[in-house]
């Protein structure tokens, strides 16, 4: 299917004159693209396509790329807020009220772009014959992925959740949470289909890695199995995406360029929400004036090694009065600094092999482990990991994975919650640190609006 850039802005507008949601609160306006009657040809599909993708990566950009990055790694051991204002305190301290505003524009944004997904798919399962096979195929896989997508990082931010794969307005105003079992089973579902469904190639997306492909799937999926403890399962996954030979790791010396569109470590990214090339995490993330916004905490800082090229590539410093300050420097493209184009970047390889070595060191498979780690850490310019028992493969690959994906989606946040060391590790750092921290809070106006949707504790 071809998503010809043409359809990408008048789709745009409908979904922002739209405006946001609530996810209970989701019939569609007569304005925009939807189910039903409108997937009459393959460009209507592909518009629609195109619209759902812009919203992931263009106007809700801040929520689902700054927001799921940063928020989660205030509230993780990541980052701090370097501001005379208190915004994001409540991230830092694990405060937060279930009125917070940020919190409610990432749960938003999340069922905004999975309204979306579940438009396009029921708009293509009502539509009639005028639409190729392979149109409809390609739609509703991409549209299952996206909507695999939205549930994961709903269930890992806020746990149970409602499990939304309708628009239908009379079910989801009343709609309440599932158990995460539930939605794990879904967004497998999803992502199975996905994998089944998708090319192997971004042949639809003018070789840009801009559309989840076959790998992208797989990729989700050694992940997802990999948070549910199955272990054969994300190995296998893992392993299908490291070995296809479509992906490759950046070499040591073009560690520093990541995130640069379309390159060879990438498996899934979005096209920069401006057209000058430069995403919103780095617009963020490089804001100085004249010190940094978000800071590298301490504990991040003394986790790396000597000669680790990931600190010299990947942290970034200034000095203002004899203070030197760190900052996240993945993204190194602003409007003020421009240099070769920077797409936000969700799914990498280097991830693939740290899922298969946590998976072979849980299958005992000890030497595969061993042997995933230090192809990471040689990439990053370090020596073979001195880890050889499970329970320190353990620690390592915790590690690895902290100094690899470190302001990244959430990683750290999730990654200390799935294996249990949440407590552990935030409680000695944190003094006001409580166990119901591990989740955030359901919006309070949600709350308010659906009889059925309860509250997580200590909220």
């Known amino acids: 299917m071809t998503h010809n850039i043409k359809y990408i802005l008048p789709v745009v507008c409908f979904f922002l004159l ?6 209970a609160d989701v019939d569609a306006p007569s304005n925009q693209l939807s ?17 759902l993708l812009s919203t992931l990566g263009t106007s809700d950009s801040y929520q689902l790329q700054l927001g799921l990055s940063s928020f989660t790694a205030m509230t993780a051991d990541e980052l701090v807020f370097n501001n005379t204002s208190d915004t994001y305190d409540p991230f830092v301290k694990n405060a937060l009220g279930a009125n917070n505003p940020d919190v409610q524009s990432l749960w938003t944004a999340l069922y905004e772009v999975n309204y979306q997904a579940n438009s396009i798919i029921d708009g293509i399962n009502k539509s009639s014959g005028a639409i190729s096979d392979s149109v409809r195929t390609d739609a509703l896989a991409e549209s299952r992925f996206i909507r695999a997508f939205c549930h994961f990082y709903l269930v890992n931010i806020w746990g149970d959740v409602p499990l939304v794969t309708t628009t239908n307005v009379t079910y989801t105003k009343s709609i309440a949470r599932s158990k995460s079992d539930s939605v794990y089973k879904q967004i497998i579902a999803d992502l199975e289909f996905a994998s089944a469904n998708l090319n192997t190639n971004y042949t639809f997306s003018g070789g840009k890695k801009i559309m989840p492909n076959k790998y992208a799937a797989m990729a989700m999926l050694a992940r997802v199995h990999l948070y549910m403890g199955h272990w054969q399962q994300a190995a296998d996954y893992a392993n299908t995406v490291i070995s296809n030979g479509l992906y490759s790791l950046l070499s040591s010396d073009n560690i520093g360029t990541i995130m640069t569109e379309n390159n060879q470590e990438a498996i899934w990214q979005l096209e920069a929400a401006f057209t000058t090339g430069y995403t919103t995490e780095g617009q963020y993330y490089l804001l100085l004036s004249p010190t940094p916004s978000y800071l590298i905490t301490d504990q991040l800082l003394g986790a790396f090694e000597s000669g680790d090229l990931r600190y010299s590539n990947w942290i970034g410093t200034v000095t203002v009065d004899n203070v030197t300050y760190h900052y ?22 280097a991830e693939q092999y740290l899922i298969r070595a946590e998976a072979n060191m849980e ?7 061993i042997s995933d780690i230090n192809i990471i850490r040689n990439r990053a310019g370090l ?15 915790e590690k690895e994975r902290r100094l690899e994906l470190f302001s990244e989606y959430g990683h750290r946040w999730m990654d200390l919650k799935r294996t249990g060391r949440i407590d552990a590790v935030l409680g000695a750092t ?30």
């Open 328 to 349: 996240p420097y993945k993204y190194k493209v602003t409007a003020n600094n421009p240099g070769a184009a920077e797409y936000a970047t969700y799914l990498r390889l």
């Open 35 to 51: 189910s039903g009657n409108v997937f009459t040809t393959d460009a209507t599909v592909g518009a629609a396509m195109a619209g």
């Open 383 to 397: 020596g073979n990991t001195t880890a050889t028992t499970k329970d320190q493969l353990k620690l390592a690959i």
């Open 430 to 459: 944190k003094s006001n640190w409580s166990a119901t921290d591990a989740l955030y809070p359901i919006p309070l106006s949600d709350i308010h609006n659906d009889p059925n949707l309860t509250q997580n504790p200590g909220y």
């Open 18 to 23: 739209a405006g946001c949601k609530k996810f």
């Open 363 to 369: 299958l005992n498979n000890l030497d595969a482990a």
